[in-house]
């Protein structure tokens, strides 16, 4: 079945750096496009990266341009996320999904960033 493993989270401070790692599973992943999705407290899951099935093509919400990197290993079945600069309103868990999600989540990553 789909799974998907993430891990790398932390608690960090103000303009620290984390990477986040997800191992996926069950589904031919190197057809399928990716994304890293957030959700804090009191708010909706939304999508913060994706990229394309072979990595060239990478999209980036606003609010993490410029400071969030997404990339991917095809022969691993892996999907990462290189978070720099982080501020108190990346706190959130973390999670990878397709870039349209399946009904399927995984357990995410807890992100926690203090000021």
């Known amino acids: 079945q789909v799974q998907f493993v993430e891990s790398g989270g932390g608690l960090v401070h103000l303009g620290g750096s984390l990477r986040l790692s997800c191992a996926a599973s069950g589904f031919a992943f190197s057809r399928t496009a990716m994304g890293w999705f957030r959700q804090a407290p009191g708010k909706e899951r939304e999508l913060v990266a994706s990229i394309s099935r072979f990595g060239h093509n990478e999209n980036l919400a606003d609010s993490v341009k410029g400071r969030f990197t997404i990339s991917r290993d095809n022969d691993k079945n892996t999907v990462d996320l290189q978070m720099n600069n982080l501020l108190p309103e990346d706190t959130a868990m973390y999670y990878c999904?397709?870039?349209?999600?399946?009904?399927?989540w995984g357990q995410g990553t807890q992100v926690t960033v203090s000021s």
């Open positions: 999904n397709y870039r349209t999600p399946s009904g399927s």
